[in-house]
């Protein structure tokens, strides 16, 4: 059987078993409070649609085709995956993005999870000192990370907290597999918000390593800069690049802040945006601006794939491992993957997914 029809097979005994299910308790509080959109009605309207139940053809035929896209996108992602713990991951996740949270829960959804976000706020907290930005209404608290195993104060919510440090959200880990940042690392960290990344990837790189953090919002900027001077020693290996990465330099990018739910746009969006200059990571390595990259981290609402491209000489040169975020737009499930085979570069190419809702897809290379 090929990779596809298993694909397909696996995926459509998914969406069957699990339109019988009807959960109440599969909302990231966190990231959504009470607010998130009920998915499993709109599919389920689709579904009606589909059976004939509406007649509106239009809206049949536009389902179908995002549908097929859909699919589409995780089949080829499924074809290059090396193990079994990605590809069954990747058709949990297609299912979710086509039934919603009332039918399919994800793995990250668990008591374990609840247990210790409850440890970390109520334990590890200090309620006496926060932040407040402006995404969301967070208040960000301040956190001491020693009971954790890390020498590192930071500004962060809870779940942040867990991703970065505790689950290791930009290391994948299964059986013999570990792709993540060692000893002496020079890493790039594009899209470092509040700065929860770099200190991880300082930290793991040790005092031979360097981590070059790409950010340019000054919402985000405010509190990375704090989370830094936090952290003095491992602030000395972490270098701040205050512009946004693609696959040319000097292009105009524009955005309006809102911290991590910050919108960025090629053109310009009114008198309210700001808007800075592109650079890549190619123009850095051949101006002596980083001198070698090692493990390359990506998060950067949806330019990754652009980003890479600016990067094409790099890959080829030092072949980085690789934690690129596929969920901003449902083409990167092929195209980001797309790209990185046609290098030919010989990459083993795995998949995790770190939160209870669609967001937060990594895909993960190494040749090793």
């Known amino acids: 059987m090929s990779a596809n029809n298993t694909f397909k097979s696996k995926l459509r005994k998914t969406l069957i078993v699990s339109l019988f299910n009807n959960y109440t308790d599969n909302v990231d509080t966190y990231r959504f409070k009470k607010n998130i959109t009920d998915t499993s009605k709109t599919k389920s309207s ?22 097929r896209e859909l699919v589409s996108y995780f089949e080829y992602l499924y074809g290059l995956l090396e193990d079994d ?64 195993g890390y020498p590192i104060n930071i500004y962060l919510n809870a ?9 290791k959200c930009y290391v994948y880990t299964n059986g013999k597999t570990t792709v993540g940042i060692k000893e002496g690392d020079y890493v790039i960290d594009a899209g470092a918000c509040h700065g929860d990344t770099a200190l991880f990837f300082a930290h793991q790189a040790g005092k031979k390593g360097k981590i070059y953090s790409f950010e340019f919002v000054p919402e985000n900027m405010e509190v990375l800069s704090n989370n830094l001077n936090l ?67 990506m998060d950067i609402e949806g330019a990754e794939t652009e980003a890479l491209k600016g990067a094409e000489n790099t890959l080829r040169k030092f072949k980085p491992r690789l934690a690129i975020s596929l969920y901003h737009r449902p083409i990167d499930f092929k195209v980001i993957p797309e790209y990185l085979k046609s290098l030919d570069i010989g990459y083993k190419f795995y998949y995790n997914h770190y939160t209870m809702h669609a967001e937060e897809s990594v895909l993960f290379c190494t040749i090793e």
């Open 159 to 167: 779940c942040g907290v867990y991703y970065t440090f505790v689950y």
């Open 46 to 67: 689709f579904r009606k649609i589909l059976s004939g139940i509406k007649t509106n053809l239009q809206s049949r035929k536009d389902f179908n085709k995002q549908k």
């Open 231 to 297: 952290n003095s020693e491992l602030k000395d290996h972490i270098s701040v690049i205050r512009n946004p990465l693609w696959s040319k330099k000097g292009v105009p990018v524009y955005y309006k802040s809102n911290g991590p739910g910050t919108v960025v746009n090629m053109n310009s969006m009114g008198a309210d945006s700001s808007s800075v200059l592109t650079t890549t990571i190619d123009e850095l390595v051949s101006n002596g601006s980083i001198e070698k990259v090692d493990f390359i981290k």
């Open 85 to 148: 713990y990605s590809k069954e991951l990747l058709v949990k996740v297609c299912a979710f993005r086509i039934l919603g949270h009332k039918k399919v829960k994800l793995p990250m959804n668990s008591p374990a999870f609840w247990n210790t976000i409850s440890t970390i706020e109520n334990e590890i907290a200090n309620k006496n000192d926060s932040i407040q930005i402006k995404f969301m209404n967070w208040e960000i608290f301040k956190y001491s990370l020693n009971t954790l």
